[in-house]
């Protein structure tokens, strides 16, 4: 079976620091992997997604960037964190040509 | 462009209640629909979905139909149980598309009273 592990879980940074959130997948190959923001109180926000390893799009400008070095493998990064970069960060993924995604637990993430 | 439309929440019931969370789309051509549920802290759950009209999806007491005429696809269940509490999301995605991409309604958020 298949299963998407997150971390950390939860992440306190100041503002200016650097970020980095990591995203893996277990039992699966090649899948398509997704990154959105959830605001408190707020829907989904897609910010990057991959098909493949290296190939990354992104859907928003802003502070934030992914990279995807091994095909299970995708982690969010920023140089410096802004406090709107606080929220609810979910990575998921889906295989290719089939579009159900499924979520990994999240990582929520506090800028003081 | 393609969009969701939800009901604003919260809803609120009491338990064994009768559920309806409205979901309603614009897209192009055929999408495929979705239900997701999220419970306080916790990544998303794949609940339910329908590839093509008229099919019903569902899972755990939860049903919604794709109804292509009215480009809606509700969410129901017949009892709700304290244990529903949660957001709900709504989803589709456009079967041509190779990245796989869903586009989200905002979410409903259910609350049920004991």
């Known amino acids: 079976s298949q299963t998407i592990h997150q971390w950390p879980a939860t992440l306190v940074q100041p503002v200016g620091s650097p970020l980095s959130l990591e995203c893996t997948v277990e039992?699966?190959?090649?899948?398509?992997l997704y990154w959105y923001r959830q605001a408190a109180g707020s829907g989904l926000q897609l910010l990057f997604y991959s098909v493949g390893i290296g190939q990354i799009s992104s859907e928003v400008p802003q502070n934030l960037s992914a990279s995807r070095p091994q095909d299970r493998q995708f982690i969010l990064s920023s140089k410096k964190l802004l406090l709107s970069d606080s929220g609810f960060y979910l990575c998921?993924?889906?295989?290719?040509?089939?579009?159900?995604?499924?979520f990994g637990p999240g990582t929520r993430l506090t800028v003081t | 462009g393609d969009s969701v439309t939800q009901m604003e929440g919260p809803v609120t019931l009491s338990e064994e209640a009768f559920l309806t969370i409205n979901c309603t789309y614009t897209?192009?051509?055929?999408?495929?629909l979705f239900w997701y549920v999220q419970y306080p802290g916790e990544g998303l759950q794949l609940l339910l979905k329908a590839t093509k009209a008229d099919d019903k999806g569902s899972n755990k007491g939860f049903e919604a139909t794709y109804r292509k005429e009215t480009t809606s696809f509700h969410l129901e269940k017949g009892s709700v149980q304290v244990s529903d509490s949660a957001v709900y999301f709504c989803a589709l995605s456009q079967a041509s598309s190779n990245t796989g991409k869903l586009i989200f309604g905002q979410g409903t958020t259910l609350q049920v009273k004991p």
């Open positions: 998921a993924w889906s295989r290719s040509g089939i579009h159900e995604q499924y």
């Open positions: 897209a192009t051509g055929y999408p495929s």
């Open positions: 039992g699966t190959s090649n899948p398509n």
